[in-house]
């Protein structure tokens, strides 16, 4: 909207209603938005302004930011994979855990293959999930089957621990016909309907506001569920993500909008992307529920994530979630962040804060985990990877007519006429293209 | 003149009788008026009783009616879950809606105009169009994208442009720009029925005009389809092919060149993707001339691509001369009412066009 429609907007009422109505229609809407004022209690210390609830001062102050406390960082174990507070523990079973843990680590594999795979030139992209896993799973594991997710990009965790198999991910990155996506994007950019994940959409921050009108489609339909919507710290600069915190506020809508700050936008670090306390910084100014959180401590993403999904589904309510990490990786395949930070930095954090192995000092402790299994998993996940990735290799690509298939759900006359171009052109020619390596 | 209002009455009673006794039972004279505002109201207000999904989103929608007040009445209707005013952010409401398509709603993103559409323009192409062949068909879109487009008065630069051909340049879009009542009332319903995403290009100027709508127009069951265009006068002389305000240009000048003993036809697009080429080309095999217009620049406008397309097929064959585009100026709108005039092609350019492209024949 711009200022010509707002100064018309008020002209036009003047016009069309004359003065009195417009009187009047200021009053009613005055009613609308704030208590009537008296002039009794104008002179009381709070405002009644329809803009702002707040009380009145009589000395000047400039608040400066960072006049309130940052947010803590809510921790449940620490980096010996103790629980600091047991009431904070949330007591989940052997096998969740386990399955958190193989999870985790299978992400972990499934990324050494795929991003050795891309230097080799065998697929054309690929993005590692390294020192992040714990925010994958941990939000995940607190989610319901039939929460949905929006992801950036960087969240196979989260379709890892909702069933997304190895050969669908392998098939995806290949682009191969096994793939549900038909090869039409990219590396990584994962889709699944019947898991509820949304296709990933490359343009940063989209997926915000998106997630923010399919919360808004869930609270109409009263299904009990939520929407999470993961996005880095450098895409919380992007408008698209004010605009979403706005309209989640606004609209009442059940929506986590999980962080994951992992100190890099690529090569831009966190003190160059914002001012003020982060993200989560920013759920009071928009009138949000906040928490930051320990995002190497998958224990502490389970707790925060599940206290979310409950406020948002309970109260029909947004809730911000911001993870505090560290990207190990680079950030994907065109990237190397050597030309921006330390190796030793990130042998630091790799070496210290890494969240597989927290929670692996958590399952040691219950004797739940030991360096045996450890071999033996480590192994088991390496060959079940190669396997997959042996098989989407070999698998045809689909079918090239695919390419006409989808643009409007009937498909219009004239690329009806170019398929059928097409077609005639390959048969004639036949002989110049590899049509063993597709689908027929 | 100054009318009491008793001769506003007796005028009005006058014009009540002398309608019922109406000695022509034509299909126009006798059809029911109706603004446009009024068409894609009603519109609205059908498609929405008929599909609990359909919802509308914008600034001003509710209480205010819409800045135009195409949505007047509807969120006394239909309330706030259906009818909703949003902060003033198009970036915000486009990812909104978008975001509501893919989980199964309708929404109806009503733009204050197509001006302000270029803030949210990534949802548009980049999400709303693209995510059904990205997703291999798994997510749809079914939302349409509404509101004023094209030149209003006295507004400058920045308020007055024609989208047409930007989002008609779109694979995954349906583009739609009709001119009269009946057209919105028929395209509009279809555009929300429709299962791909549809951008709706209304005209301010054309809000408060009146056209007739047939008995079959005024029925709930009135659907225009997208992608056919319509004669809306037909002639044997030269084509002329226009959409929105500028099919009101083209009647004009086909009304004065009449006069002259030259019959045009003219085409009323109704929607410019997919584009009827078809109807165009069975035209032009017919009357061997065409003229574009429209009121949008003409640098790779809907003039070029008609042109382009003619080249391509079998009616070039048929053309006695080349065919000549009638748009915008190539530059932005001048404010100065005087300016603004020329900026906008007017009825005589058609008519100058229409001489030139006949002429050439006789040379």
């Avoid at chain 1, 915000?208 to 339909?221: E, I, L």
């Avoid at chain 1, 560290?326 to 969240?355: F, M």
């Avoid at chain 2, 397309?309 to 001048?334: C, K, N, Q, W």
Wanted: one cysteine or more; proline letters at 5%; charged letters at 25%.
């Amino acid at each position: 909207m711009s200022l010509r429609h707002v100064c018309s907007a008020l002209s036009r009422k003047v016009r069309l209603s004359g003065p009195n109505c417009l009187r009047q229609n200021l009053i009613s809407q005055a009613r609308h938005y704030a208590h009537p004022a008296s002039k009794s209690q104008l002179e009381d210390e709070s405002a009644k302004f329809p803009g702002a609830k707040a009380n009145y001062t009589h000395s000047l102050e400039l608040v400066p930011p960072g006049s309130t406390d940052p947010f803590p960082v809510y921790r449940v174990m620490d980096l010996e994979g103790q629980v600091l507070n047991s009431s904070e523990d949330p007591k989940l079973n052997q096998d969740i855990v386990e399955k958190m843990y193989k999870d985790m680590t299978m992400l972990n594999t499934m990324d050494r293959i795929l991003y050795e795979s891309q230097r080799q030139g065998r697929i054309s992209f690929y993005m590692t999930s390294y020192g992040e896993e714990a925010t994958h799973i941990g939000s995940a594991a607190a989610l319901k089957p039939n929460d949905l997710v929006y992801g950036q990009y960087r969240e196979a965790g989260v379709l890892l621990w909702r069933g997304f198999t190895l050969d669908e991910f392998m098939n995806q990155c290949y682009g191969n016909s096994g793939d549900e996506g038909k090869g039409r994007q990219m590396p990584v950019h994962y889709g699944s309907r019947k898991l509820n994940f949304v296709t990933i959409s490359s343009p940063l921050s989209t997926q915000m506001p998106q997630a923010v009108g399919s919360a808004y489609a869930m609270k109409r339909s009263k299904s009990g569920n939520c929407v999470i919507v993961y996005f880095g710290d450098g895409a919380a600069s992007e408008g698209d993500a004010y605009v979403a915190f706005n309209f989640a506020a606004t609209l009442d809508c059940p929506v986590i909008f999980f962080c994951r700050n992992n100190g890099f936008a690529i090569s831009t670090p966190t003190h160059e992307q914002y001012r003020g306390d982060a993200v989560a910084g920013r759920g009071p100014a928009f009138g949000i529920t906040a928490i930051r959180v320990d995002g190497n401590d998958v224990f502490a993403v389970y707790n925060a994530t599940k206290a979310a999904a409950d406020l948002a589904v309970k109260h029909n309510k947004p809730v911000i979630v911001e993870a505090m990490t560290y990207r190990v990786g680079h950030h994907s395949t065109s990237d190397d962040s050597s030309a921006y930070r330390s190796i030793e930095e990130v042998n630091l954090w790799d070496s210290t804060d890494q969240p597989i192995t927290r929670l692996r000092k958590y399952m040691e402790r219950k004797g739940w985990w030991n360096d045996s299994q450890e071999k033996e998993w480590k192994e088991s996940t390496r060959k079940q990877v190669l396997k997959s990735f042996g098989e989407a290799e070999k698998r045809p690509k689909p079918s090239w007519k695919e390419m006409f298939n989808d643009v409007y759900k009937d498909v219009p006359s004239h690329l009806r006429e170019q398929m059928k171009e097409m077609e005639d052109h390959v048969q004639n020619h036949k002989e110049h293209y590899p049509l063993s390596s597709y689908k027929s | 003149m100054v009318m009491t209002p008793s001769t506003k009455m007796f005028l009005r009673t006058a014009a009540n009788v002398l309608n019922r006794r109406a000695f022509s039972t034509s299909r126009v004279t006798c059809a029911q008026q109706m603004t446009v505002r009024d068409a894609l109201n009603q519109a609205l207000d059908e498609e929405m009783e008929r599909d609990e999904g359909v919802f509308i989103m914008g600034e001003e929608v509710a209480q205010y009616d819409g800045a135009y007040k195409v949505s007047r009445g509807l969120w006394k209707k239909y309330g706030d879950k259906r009818v909703i005013d949003t902060p003033i952010t198009e970036i915000g409401f486009a990812g909104i809606c978008t975001g509501a398509a893919f989980a199964g709603l309708k929404p109806v993103c009503e733009f204050m105009t197509f001006n302000f559409s270029m803030q949210a323009i990534d949802h548009i192409i980049n999400s709303a169009a693209k995510t059904y062949y990205m997703s291999a068909g798994r997510i749809s879109v079914p939302i349409v994208f509404r509101g004023p487009n094209g030149a209003a008065a006295g507004v400058g630069a920045q308020h007055s442009q024609c989208f047409g051909a930007w989002f008609a340049h779109c694979p995954g879009l349906k583009v739609i720009s009709p001119y009269n009542s009946e057209d919105c009332k028929g395209l509009l319903k279809a555009a929300i029925r429709d299962p791909d995403p549809v951008v709706f290009l209304e005209n301010e100027l054309l809000y408060g005009n009146q056209y007739p709508m047939s008995d079959e127009a005024l029925s709930k069951d009135f659907v225009l389809p997208i992608g056919k265009a319509k004669i809306e006068r037909p002639g044997n002389h030269i084509t002329l092919v226009a959409h929105s305000k500028a099919v009101e240009l083209a009647l004009e000048a086909a009304n004065e060149l009449a006069g002259q003993g030259i019959e045009c036809e003219v085409i009323n697009l109704r929607s410019l993707r997919p584009l009827d080429t078809q109807t165009i080309e069975q035209s032009v095999v017919k009357t061997n001339h065409l003229v574009t217009v429209e009121q949008g620049w003409p640098t790779c406008g809907i003039g070029s691509e008609i042109s382009a397309r003619i080249m391509e097929s079998e009616a070039f064959y048929h053309l006695d001369s080349p065919i000549v585009r009638v748009t915008g100026m190539d530059l932005p709108m001048p404010y100065t009412k005087s300016l603004e005039v020329y900026a906008l092609p007017r009825a005589e350019d058609v008519v100058t066009a229409v001489k030139k492209v006949l002429g050439a024949r006789s040379k």
